[in-house]
């Protein structure tokens, strides 16, 4: 295959990425809908045909995805459940549950048949809107290491009243959205299978790509089984048709990756055949598939790009000796490159936020050259400036400077775990910069608010691999993964509790790595304000029954530097004061954690964001007159090496009348497969049964409490 340099509008070529659960902009199909009957076999039914204990199965489900009048994409879908158990099926009106109900403007219509026959109809005005609700376990979890915030998500779901045992329920709805953007390098969407995990009978999803002659178009099936899942390709009406049986439902299990990692899916990708390029230098890239591998091809497209965007010139050269000068190593050359073009980038991103909305749509149509970056490095916020063109100015000083350095394609883990076997460019989308350095690649991510430190790539493209641009064999080089001793959070605090059992005190968090990088992406840019209530509400989310007030946050602006938080809590009840006794739990701060793993076998590998520590550091004054009523002996620690690490520490000094606990506990180890599954599970029973443990302290007879009468 051959690809010549020929001219590519002014801006970075972008990958187009849409995914979702096929509910994007709806709008009702014209008209009342036509329904299809209900037969008396279906009206009849009293058990499940596929699992015993579904509460509810998919009779059929049909969907037609047409993309013939790009860009304009049309979907209908026609979808039909039998209820079984209606209390256990809270699921079935759900719309979806994914991101913030906002951002969607949802119009269907549904009918409910009952067993007697009767029928009910449903439209727009039955749609309500509440909170999405994980498992506490996760949510203290994952609102530790994530920095979700779980309080502002919203989820739409259809009111149906009178939902009872043996009806039918039936959804409608169809859309259009200007979804398929077939510029640069294509174009990925993906369709879930499988509703909420719920059995499924039938299903049939038809997709109508647009004119072939335009796009290469290709059809991936992840998570299915072949027995039950066929593929059909109509060249003659260029059409594919996915049909599926008898999908037995889905165990629900916690840290399983995306839905697309755990449910059956389809991915449908469009690739453009002709890519326009613009390269000052016009040459003739030869593409061997067979010999250089099926990634080639898009490795030699990207190097022709940043060919005609990352020339070096006088200019550029003298820039790059100046920022390097005094560097005594390559990596330290490498590492004051990219601080300053992310700081560049990161004044950039501020700028574009202010903007208003016109200005940044010309912001995406102009490009200034390197040299004028360079030239009014303290003033980009004016410049029409693309963002990919801080890749190709990274890359210009790095050659200027003598660094080995090349375009990098990385994939995302918010979408699916990476398969190099699934070509097709929209499954990397990420772009980054990697240096070679004694036989080593590092990777600088500049194109990130907030910063990230050289050598350093989020979570999210951690422990796959990246595609090199350059000519001849495809190259994937290894995106490590951050060391848990990287993302470590510190908590330390000085509490008291009163004669009540009420907890108080004034407590402080230092987060370090990944964990302080996703919550930066939460409240940058935000004001003081803002960034204090939604810390408090994660706060409080993690600390259930706690009340919190922020102090103070230090460290927003930083870049590998710590992020600290200082907040005050107050935690009625969480001692039990009798009598004669005092019983409190003296993990002050994890008596909401529970294990997140609660069934005994798991099917899909347990897929955490990364490896990451926890230090907890805490002193609890008590009440006068208390002493502990038993030896202060903590749980036995858990030490497999380079696996997991948890540890525990209690100490009561009674001349300060304080208890001081100490826990430890790190996570090496961010992937686990199934049959490694009860190892881990142990760990994290073991954790949860040494974190729920309590003390009790009895009052000395110095104190005791006066005999009653």
Not at 283 to 304: E, H, M, S, Y
Not at 413 to 422: D, E, G, T, V
Not at 644 to 665: G, I, Q
Not at 687 to 696: L, N, P, R, T
């Amino acid at each position: 295959m051959i690809f010549p340099a020929l001219v590519m509008p002014r801006r970075l070529l972008t990958a187009a990425f849409t995914l979702g659960f096929m509910l994007p902009w709806a709008v009702p199909a014209a008209g009342k809908p036509s329904w299809l009957p209900v037969t008396p076999a279906e009206l009849a039914e009293t058990r499940p045909q596929i699992n015993p204990d579904a509460p509810a199965e998919v009779i059929f489900w049909n969907m037609q995805v047409d993309d013939a009048d790009q860009p304009t994409r049309i979907e209908t879908q026609y979808i039909r459940f039998k209820v079984f158990a209606p209390d256990r099926a809270d699921q079935l009106a759900n719309i979806f549950a994914l991101g913030d109900a906002k951002d969607y403007d949802t119009e269907l219509s549904a009918r409910l048949t009952l067993p007697d026959g009767t029928t009910k109809e449903f439209g727009k005005e039955s749609i309500r809107e509440r909170p999405l609700v994980k498992s506490g376990a996760e949510r203290s979890l994952l609102g530790r290491i994530f920095a979700m915030d779980y309080q502002s998500v919203q989820e739409k779901f259809l009111a149906v009243p009178g939902l009872e045992a043996g009806a039918v329920l039936e959804f409608q709805w169809k859309t259009r959205s200007k979804a398929v953007y077939l510029g640069d390098l294509g174009h990925l969407t993906g369709w879930i299978l499988q509703p909420d995990d719920l059995p499924v009978r039938a299903l049939k999803l038809t997709l109508i790509p647009p004119d072939s002659s335009r796009v290469d178009r290709r059809v991936f099936l992840f998570n299915t089984d072949p027995a039950k899942v066929q593929l059909k390709r109509d060249d003659k009406d260029k059409i594919f048709t996915i049909e599926a049986h008898d999908l037995p439902s889905l165990m629900a299990e916690p840290l399983a990756g995306t839905i697309y990692d755990r449910t059956p899916t389809v991915f449908l990708g469009y690739e453009p055949f002709v890519l326009e390029l613009e390269a000052k230098h016009i040459r003739t890239i030869v593409v061997d598939v067979k010999k250089n591998g099926p990634w080639a091809n898009l490795a030699a497209r990207w190097l022709l790009i940043e060919e005609g965007n990352s020339a070096r010139s006088k200019i550029i050269d003298k820039y790059a000796m100046n920022l390097v000068q005094g560097a005594a190593t390559p990596l330290e050359k490498a590492k004051l490159i990219h601080d300053k073009v992310s700081a560049l980038y990161r004044d950039f991103a501020r700028a574009l936020k202010t903007r208003k909305p016109d200005d940044v749509r010309n912001a995406d149509r102009g490009w200034v050259s390197l040299e004028l970056m360079l030239q009014r490095d303290d003033d980009h916020a004016h410049l029409q400036i693309h963002e990919g063109q801080y890749l190709w100015l990274e890359l210009a000083l790095n050659r200027a400077a003598g660094l080995n350095s090349k375009l990098v394609l990385m994939p995302s883990r918010k979408l699916a775990r990476f398969n190099i076997k699934m070509v097709c460019p929209p499954f990397l989308d990420n772009l980054a910069i990697a240096v070679q350095i004694d036989n080593r690649w590092y990777v600088s991510d500049p194109l990130r608010h907030p910063s990230l430190p050289f050598g350093v790539m989020p979570w999210t493209s951690q422990g796959d691999i990246g595609l090199l641009a350059q000519e001849g064999d495809q190259t994937f080089i290894p995106l490590r993964p951050s060391p848990p001793q990287e993302s470590i959070i510190t908590t330390t605090g000085k509490l008291q509790l009163d004669e009540e059992g009420t907890l108080r005190g004034t407590v402080r968090r230092k987060i370090t790595g990944q964990p302080a990088f996703n919550l930066r992406a939460q409240l940058l840019d935000e004001e003081t304000k803002v960034q204090e209530e939604k810390l408090r509400d994660q706060l409080s989310d993690e600390l259930r029954n706690t009340t919190v007030k922020v102090l103070k946050i230090d460290g927003m602006d930083g870049v590998g530097t710590p992020l600290e938080v200082v907040f005050e809590i107050e935690y009625p009840g969480f001692a039990v004061v009798t009598k004669d006794r005092l019983i409190l739990r003296p993990a002050l701060l994890r008596t909401a954690d529970t294990s997140p793993f609660s069934a005994a076998t798991r099917r899909r590998p347990v897929q955490f964001p990364y490896a990451w520590g926890e230090l907890d550091d805490l002193t609890v004054t008590l009440p006068a007159g208390y002493v502990p009523d038993q030896t202060l002996t903590p749980a036995a620690p858990i030490l497999e090496k380079g696996q997991f690490y948890y540890k525990t520490a209690l100490n009561f000094d009674p001349a300060l009348n304080a208890l001081h606990s100490r826990r430890e506990f790190v996570l090496f180890t961010p992937d686990w497969l199934p049959e490694l599954y009860p190892r881990l599970k142990g760990w994290f029973d073991a954790m949860a049964s040494s974190d729920q443990a309590e003390i009790v302290f009895r009052r000395s007879s110095e104190t005791a409490a006066p005999a009653a009468p």
